[in-house]
């Protein structure tokens, strides 16, 4: 079975700052790997995906990509205490007849005015 | 509009007794998952559907069923709660195996 990990458990940054999480997986065929933000009391929330060794860059994110070394990292340039919230990191096992998503512990982000 | 919704939001259940948690979404999608959230444990997975009358099991389902009885509808049941079952339960919707997930607002569960 898939073992996603993250880190750190806690990340607190100034406001303009950049914040930096990651995650590790344990199966390097996974699929598709997303970043989801989580605020207190809501729901998970898309906020980039990655497919491909590399990376990918929308708006003030950045995801990293290394399959071979079974890491994902997440950039968050110009932090706002707006971006403080849970972030989640999720990845799809490669299998023909199943869409189990695994779900990394989270990184609990606070970015400080 | 929320296109997932759940109800109800929030729940007070005695052990053993019988809990239904209930998810409709307006999304369209084929799948549809039920999570439960723990500190410490993230999302893990309860139950999943890919088509209306089919559920499988997901990686925590001990204590739990499901049932799709439409493409918009899917529910979590709980024969004989217990004071473990003490979480927030998300259900969530997806288009397709690697797909975005969207989920609900939850609801809080406790059991006592």
């Known amino acids: 079975q898939e073992k996603v990990q993250q880190s750190p458990e806690s990340l607190i940054v100034p406001e303009g700052a950049m914040s930096s999480l990651n995650c590790t997986f344990s199966?390097?065929?996974?699929?598709s790997i997303w970043w989801y933000q989580q605020h207190p009391g809501k729901g998970p929330e898309a906020l980039i995906?990655?497919?491909?060794?590399g990376n990918k860059k929308e708006g003030r994110l950045t995801v990293y990509l290394n399959r071979a070394s079974l890491h994902v990292s997440l950039h968050i340039r110009d932090s706002q205490p707006s971006d403080s919230a849970v972030y989640l990191c999720?990845?799809?096992?490669?299998?023909?007849?199943?869409?189990?998503?695994?779900f990394g512990t989270g990184t609990r982000l606070q970015v400080l005015p | 509009e929320a296109a997932v919704t759940q109800s109800p939001r929030s729940k007070v259940a005695v052990t053993g007794g019988k809990v239904t948690l209930s998810c409709h979404q307006t999304?369209?999608?084929?799948?549809m998952y039920w999570y439960r959230q723990d500190t410490g444990h993230g999302l893990r997975l309860i139950h999943y559907?890919?088509?209306?009358?089919?559920?499988e099991k997901g990686d925590i389902p001990d204590g739990y069923k499901a049932s799709r009885p439409s493409q918009e509808n899917f529910s979590l049941i709980l024969e004989l709660a217990s004071l473990s079952q003490t979480a927030v339960y998300f259900c969530?919707?997806?288009?397709?195996?690697?797909?975005?997930?969207?989920f609900g607002p939850g609801t809080r569960l406790t059991v006592l």
């Open positions: 969530a919707s997806s288009p397709g195996q690697g797909a975005e997930q969207f």
């Open positions: 199966n390097s065929a996974s699929q």
């Open positions: 995906s990655i497919f491909s060794n």
């Open positions: 999720a990845v799809s096992p490669i299998s023909s007849n199943t869409n189990k998503v695994v």
């Open positions: 999304n369209n999608h084929d799948y």
């Open positions: 559907s890919y088509v209306a009358d089919s559920t």
